[in-house]
């Protein structure tokens, strides 16, 4: 079971500091696999303030070449350097709002594990699309991708993400997730995380789904004591 935060463009390095030093003050792993996924700035103060907690830091973009003339991207060997150990890709706002696609995510997930990072992979349906019964068309399109990219990897983990859920407040019921999930599981042989809205209140009931394996928490994670409850309840629903 993996609870993994998603920060997005929250925290610089002196907040990061600060959280992540109360953060292993409330959260011990212990039976759980535990991440945070911090903007690039604040990696350093992320992989610094965690070392030795069990608590592993991950960067939440990374591009597919080492290096070159990319202006305003970070490479994956770069990120390993700094003690990252893995990275989500293709994200629905990097894909609604940054131009991503299911190729370049593609792209960036292979490049990622060939350096040996972990890679949460995120894919997703968009509402019209659910209303026009195509999620699991979408998701297979999506999901193809980066498998065609990646092949099989130990290091290789999906998040699904509708995104009608995301930042809303509105959840999958369990009942979508666990439909969705069990049909990605058809498609990919990986952990699949779900992702759209879960707080404390609805982490143990998402995370009790046969084919729930975790979760990616955005606006959640962002305090300390509501990431460390949907923990716990990753925590109670795993032993
Ligand atoms: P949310 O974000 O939990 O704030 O809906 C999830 C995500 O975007 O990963």
Redesign the pocket.
């Known amino acids: 079971m993996l609870i993994a935060g998603?920060w997005?463009l929250f925290k610089g390095p002196t907040e990061t500091s600060e959280f992540c030093a109360e953060l292993r003050r409330h959260v011990v792993p212990n039976g759980i696999d535990v991440v945070v996924c911090v903007p690039f700035v604040s990696l350093v103060a992320a992989v610094t303030a965690l070392d030795g907690s069990g608590v592993r830091v991950f960067a939440q973009n990374a591009h597919w070449q080492e290096t070159g003339p990319y202006t305003g991207e970070v490479a994956a060997g770069m990120l390993a350097e700094l003690g990252v150990t893995g990275t989500?890709v293709g994200?629905?706002?990097r894909r609604q709002l940054f131009g991503e696609t299911d190729e370049t995510a593609a792209r960036r997930a292979a490049h990622a594990l060939a350096s040996g990072l972990d890679v949460i992979a995120?894919v997703g349906e968009l509402e019209a699309e659910r209303d026009e019964e195509l999620t699991e068309d979408v998701l297979g399109r999506q999901v193809g991708a980066i498998i065609e990219a990646t092949g099989a990897s130990p290091r290789l983990t999906i998040?699904y993400?509708p995104v009608w859920?995301?930042?809303?407040g509105k959840t999958a019921t369990p009942e979508q997730a666990q439909s969705a999930h069990a049909f990605i599981r058809t498609l990919v042989d990986a952990p699949i995380l779900y992702?759209?809205?879960?707080?404390p209140e609805n982490a143990a009931v998402l995370l009790g789904e046969p084919d729930v394996d975790g979760a990616?928490?955005?606006?959640?994670?962002l305090d300390v004591d509501s990431f460390a409850a949907i923990c716990a309840a990753a925590r109670s629903v795993s032993v």
């Open positions: 998603n997005k989500i994200h629905s706002e995120c998040a993400e859920a995301i930042g809303t992702g759209g809205s879960v707080k990616l928490v955005g606006g959640a994670s």
